[in-house]
């Protein structure tokens, strides 16, 4: 959750370490897999990577590799695939130079059957690129969650035709499934353990959440619009995934906008518009299944956000879920204490825990709208913290929740 500027001099300087480093030899054909065993071969495979050209399949053997510095790829058409997640390993554990495990700057990017873990920064992050494949790739931090720990695991930004599937994210300090910045986004089938955020999607539009796991994070799957950032998100649909006991302690960097997302968090929707969620399994979040907040809830102040930026959740629509548990030790002071004044110190929070802010000067067909747009369907009631008002007087009313919304459309990424 960061505002995310591409620097030329940095790439620039990343690529002259990697130059620096290699061992100037002739690249092996298109198809081959780069030598195993070979002492040479983080050398190798750096300057595969630079001298990849459209249409190159680099194959990497199975094998734990370890590398000192980044791995760069600034070419478009290229396929990265190992032998298997856990058959080939890229270790960056040690890392000297470079922000990422591996950076990608180029469309039409495959990568594939492999792990990246213990990067000194993000594990994979991809930028600027169009029709992007991840599958079957973990990335993770072996020493378990830290704020040392990368920011991001897999982590496309300012990208267009995103698919991640059947993948693995654990340990960051940030998001373990990262999509920012972007558009057109299918996350599934994949797993977020242990990481502050399991799944993120922020300032984002048209995007497809489904049939993932997230367990053992902070928070389990975050819809994020952050401000000062490219673009604002929306039309995300969130749906048939299991988000389940995030309740680790956030372990994220101070001042950061996750450092506020509190443990215990199920499916938290902050200042995004259009967004529908849908026959999820949501289970035993200590603090909330379901949370539905404003930017202020971040710590942000108005004088830091753009004039046309929408700091408010609209639109949001919550049914079909089966949800068990939860909200019964939340995180936080105040909200320990709003919990205890409204149930008791036995009681719990209901399903769906709203932070109160809203657009009072929203027009709706040219009048004013009486409230958000919020719905919600299948649940055990809602809480309205009055955040505005500093918790002094939260309400339970439920009635103007009990709404329906149309239904969004599927994202379609043209591949099956």
């Excluded at 690529?15 to 690249?27: D, G, I, P, R």
């Amino acid at each position: 959750m960061r505002q995310h500027v591409v620097r030329p001099h940095v790439v620039a300087a990343t690529l002259l370490l990697a130059l620096s480093a290699c061992q100037k030899e002739a690249a092996p054909p298109p198809s081959a897999a780069v030598a195993a065993g070979d002492a040479g071969f983080a050398a190798q495979l750096h300057e595969r990577l630079l001298d990849a050209k459209p249409g190159d399949v680099i194959d990497i053997p199975p094998g734990k590799f370890s590398f000192d510095r980044s791995l760069t790829l600034r070419a478009s058409g290229i396929t990265i695939r190992g032998a298997g997640m856990d058959k080939s390993v890229l270790s960056f554990k040690g890392q000297k130079a470079g922000a990422e495990g591996l950076l990608v700057n180029g469309d039409d990017f495959t990568i594939e059957n492999l792990t990246i873990e213990d990067s000194k920064g993000d594990g994979l992050k991809i930028s600027e690129s169009k029709n992007v494949t991840i599958r079957r790739v973990k990335v993770q931090w072996t020493g378990g969650p830290s704020t040392k720990n990368g920011a991001y695991g897999l982590y496309p930004v300012l990208t267009r035709n995103v698919l991640i599937e059947d993948s693995v994210a654990i340990g960051a300090s940030d998001a373990g499934i990262y999509v920012g910045q972007s558009d057109g986004v299918i996350v599934r089938r994949s797993r977020a353990e242990s990481n502050v955020a399991g799944i993120e999607i922020e300032n984002t539009l048209n995007a497809d959440v489904y049939e993932n796991v997230a367990t053992k994070n902070t928070g389990g799957i975050l819809v994020f619009n952050m401000p000062n950032l490219t673009q604002q998100g929306g039309n995300i649909r969130v749906f048939n995934n299991k988000v389940i006991g995030n309740n680790t302690a956030n372990f994220g960097a101070k001042g950061t906008p996750v450092a506020s997302v509190p443990a215990g968090s199920g499916i938290v929707v902050n200042a995004n518009d259009d967004v529908e969620i849908f026959d999820n399994e949501v289970a035993d979040n200590a603090t909330a299944n379901f949370i539905i907040s404003s930017v202020y809830s971040t710590g942000y102040k108005d004088s830091s956000m753009a004039k046309d930026f929408d700091p408010y959740p609209e639109r949001i629509y919550v049914h079909g879920n089966k949800v068990s548990g939860g909200g019964d030790s939340p995180d936080g002071l105040d909200l320990k204490t709003l919990k205890v004044a409204l149930y008791g110190l036995g009681g719990n929070f209901p399903d769906v825990l709203w932070d109160g802010y809203y657009n009072k000067d929203r027009l709706v067909d040219g009048k004013k709208a009486a409230g958000p747009e919020i719905c919600l369907r299948d649940v055990s009631g809602v809480i309205n913290a009055d955040g505005p008002g500093g918790y002094k007087n939260p309400s339970k009313e439920a009635k103007s929740f009990a709404c329906d919304l149309t239904r969004l459309p599927a994202v379609d990424l043209g591949r099956g």
